[in-house]
């Protein structure tokens, strides 16, 4: 005899905590015309997971402030007035981000990172040397990116399958490897591109390009990393589910 209607009836997805009978909340929609409830799309999902890797909309606002802070005191009073708005923005980050009992290594390394940029724009004596460091940054991740397509092991799959539950030998099988691969792949396009903006808008001096670039890239890379954890885990569920994913020859 099948016991599935049994195992329906204590299924815990049914009996969660605070969740209402789908019988009863289909009335009372009915009742005052409201529209069914719509599952949460892929986009958003991946929109919520890259928000909050960069700490939500406060850890966001906290990351901008300085660099917002420094070219807006550039433009209004010059360089003097830019380091003192910098040095307040990142002390009050700071200050922000213990308040939010987030990990005291990330609030002092932001200020260390503040520290290190003003320190580079004092000794060359001009505010768009406050842009120096991250503006070469993107080369250290494009060197790591393509050493490690070369190597044949993406660096997207060593960081991401762990996260996803994926199998260890996650290079033996195809669709993981070559969803990391294709993930590495676009990266390493982005930070050539965002290298290359970089260079430009920071030799012609464009200062607003410049804080635009270190406020919005990070955006743009935590959106695409929590994309490649939505893909890596369809994948790693596929093959757990009765689809596995094709393995690789032996030779490969």
């Known amino acids: ?24 909340s289909a009335r009372v ?23 909050e890797r960069l700490g939500g909309p406060v850890g966001l606002l906290v990351a901008a402030a300085p660099t917002v802070a420094f070219v807006a005191a550039d433009a ?15 002390v009050l980050g700071c200050a922000v981000r213990l308040a939010r009992r987030e990990p005291p290594g990330a609030a002092v390394a932001g200020v260390l990172v503040a520290a290190l940029c003003a320190g580079v724009a004092v000794l060359a004596g001009e505010a768009r040397a406050f842009f120096l460091p991250t503006t070469l940054l993107p080369v250290a991740f494009i060197v790591a990116y393509a ?20 199998p260890r030998a996650w290079r033996e099988h195809r669709d993981l490897r070559r969803a990391y691969t294709a993930s590495t792949l676009i990266v390493l396009a982005l930070a050539s591109a965002n290298l290359l903006v970089r260079v430009v808008s920071y030799l012609e001096g ?33 093959s757990t589910t009765g689809s596995p994913t094709t393995p690789l020859p032996a030779h490969a």
């Open 1 to 24: 005899m099948s016991h599935a209607p049994t195992a329906a009836l204590h299924d815990p997805r049914q009996a969660r905590p605070g969740r209402t009978d789908p019988g009863v």
């Open 29 to 51: 929609r009915r009742v005052l015309d409201l529209p069914e409830p719509v599952e949460r799309s892929a986009g958003r999902a991946v929109a919520h997971r890259a928000l």
């Open 76 to 90: 209004a009073a010059g360089l003097g007035a830019a380091l003192v708005a910098l040095a307040l923005a990142a």
């Open 147 to 166: 050493v490690s397509l070369l190597a044949r092991r993406p660096l997207m799959g060593v960081v991401v399958n762990p996260l996803v539950g994926g």
């Open 206 to 238: 464009q200062l607003a390009v410049l804080a635009g670039l270190q406020v919005g890239v990070p955006v743009l890379f935590a959106t695409h990393f929590a994309l490649t954890v939505v893909v890596a885990r369809r994948v790693v569920r596929r």
